[in-house]
Nanobody
Framework: VQLVESGGGLVQAGGSLRLSCAAS????????IAWFRQAPGKERERVSC????????DYTDSVKDRFTISSDNAKNTVYLQMNTLKPEDTAVYYC????????????????WGQGTQVTVSS
């Protein structure tokens, strides 16, 4: 599975961005797709995950009520709508896929995109 992220950029605090993760798989129905982020000098952390087959989602506490993950199965694409962005959201955002369900740590994901930079200015 090849994953390609897009939608990153520079935005002011309080603004919004929508990230896209396009998958090359015939279908993403059988995958869990997660968004991770990595800020300079920090470990990569999972931000959100969606189990595409049943639509279950999960978020890390710092983005709950601000970020929304969704999938468009017809387009084999997963989105991350990010609202009320904060400077601490600045990071490279990666999408990752796993065939056995949403997992917490990066080593449990088999496929990764190249990342997209999100920068939030104060």
């Amino acid at each position: 599975v090849q994953l390609v992220e897009s939608g990153g950029g520079l935005v002011q605090a309080g603004g919004s961005l929508r990230l896209s993760c396009a998958a090359s798989a015939r279908t993403i129905d059988n995958y869990a797709i997660a968004w991770f982020r990595q800020a300079p000098g920090k470990e990569r952390e999972r931000v959100s995950c969606i189990s595409v087959s049943d639509g279950r989602t999960d978020y890390t506490d710092s983005v709950k009520d601000r970020f929304t993950i969704s999938s468009d199965n017809a387009k084999n694409t997963v989105y991350l709508q990010m609202n009320t962005l904060k400077p601490e959201d600045t990071a490279v955002y990666y999408c990752a896929a796993e065939s056995t369900g949403c997992r917490l740590t990066m080593r449990e994901y088999d496929w990764w995109g190249q990342g997209t930079q999100v920068t939030v200015s104060s």
